[in-house]
């Protein structure tokens, strides 16, 4: 049976590469045979990751049957997940999030979570010497995982060794890291052709905190200013999508990569409460800037107050 791998939903450039990448492993180096797919339509990145190093787009799941061979690689949150996880057969999970629970599996399997900022580079880890063999898109693809989730190691989720690994790939393929991510983020930033509710999904995480039910969205950009031009859409729409996904409330963060700060949109007042106990500021207005937060893993869900 060939093997599904595959990420988590509203799939970012590491949700998209990841499973490009090990499903490359598993076939052409352990002879298992594997396939990516999708949970969605990737982002704008992504999407560019793809195009670059001429890789083609994974198949979106339509539905996973009972029994299926899978693995799950950049999450093992099983609201992340399609809702028959729990039915296929999962042999397999690498990640690089905290423990969430709430997965079963149908026997002992091999778990791989490791504190690094990046599933890619623990996928690289786990190759071994046989990380030589991977052939330059899979390589690109790789480095775009790396330098996304670190937002070119400015994040503070970044460690000394993802910065090695991205560097040791960028020196075998020839790219030049700054200018390389520019074009990365510089794709990442263009969201003119999604509606508001497709731009509070496109990144997003789904998050309780003390019975609050939160979908956590994030937009990196190198261009704020053209997001926070649609506030009165995006707010319109927070309240439809809250609805149709299940949650209380959309938390929308808006991630200046240059300035390196978020800013935070504030509808109503339980997200006032939020941004008041979870960041020590004061609101006064519709927004609020958090300077130097810029991680969702690391800065703001942990911090996550009602």
């Not at 539905?63 to 299926?68: K, S």
């Not at 039915?87 to 999030?97: E, F, P, R």
């Not at 937002?151 to 020196?171: C, I, K, N, Q, Y």
Request: hydrophobic share 45%.
């Amino acid at each position: 049976m060939t093997i599904k791998v595959f990420g988590h939903k509203s799939p970012d450039t590491d949700s998209t590469g990841s499973p490009i990448i090990w499903a490359w492993y598993l076939t052409e180096i352990r002879k298992q045979p594997a396939v990516p797919v999708l949970l969605g339509e990737p982002g704008t990145e992504a999407a560019f990751m793809l195009e670059r190093w001429n890789l083609d787009k994974p198949a979106i799941l339509a539905e996973l049957a009972a029994g299926e061979d899978v693995v799950i690689v950049d999450t093992n949150n099983p609201a992340e997940l399609p809702e028959a996880i729990n039915d296929a057969h999962i042999i397999q999970i690498i990640d690089h999030h905290k423990l969430t629970g709430g997965l079963q599996t149908k026997e002992p399997i091999d778990i791989t979570i490791r504190p690094l900022a990046c599933t890619a580079t623990i996928l690289h880890d786990l190759m071994g010497d046989d990380a030589a063999k991977m052939p330059d898109p899979i390589k690109g693809a790789m480095l775009s995982c790396i330098l996304s989730d670190t937002l070119e190691f400015r994040s503070p989720t970044t460690t000394d060794h993802d910065r090695a690994v991205a560097e040791r790939l960028a020196g075998e393929l020839g790219t030049d890291i700054p200018a390389y991510a520019a074009e990365m983020f510089a794709a990442k930033s263009d969201v003119s052709a999604f509606s508001d509710a497709e731009l509070l999904r496109m990144d997003s995480k789904e998050y309780s905190v003390d019975g609050t039910r939160f979908r956590v969205s994030v937009l990196e950009t190198t261009s704020p200013a053209a997001v926070l031009r649609r506030k009165t859409g995006l707010v319109a729409a927070m309240q439809d999508v809250a609805l149709e996904d299940g949650v209380d409330q959309v938390l929308l963060f808006v991630v200046d990569i240059l300035e390196e700060e978020s800013t935070l949109l504030v509808p109503n007042d339980l997200v006032k409460t939020v941004a008041e106990k979870s960041f020590g500021v004061t609101v006064g207005g519709d927004t609020v800037v958090l300077p130097g937060v810029v991680s969702r893993k690391k800065q703001i869900i942990p911090n996550l107050k009602v």
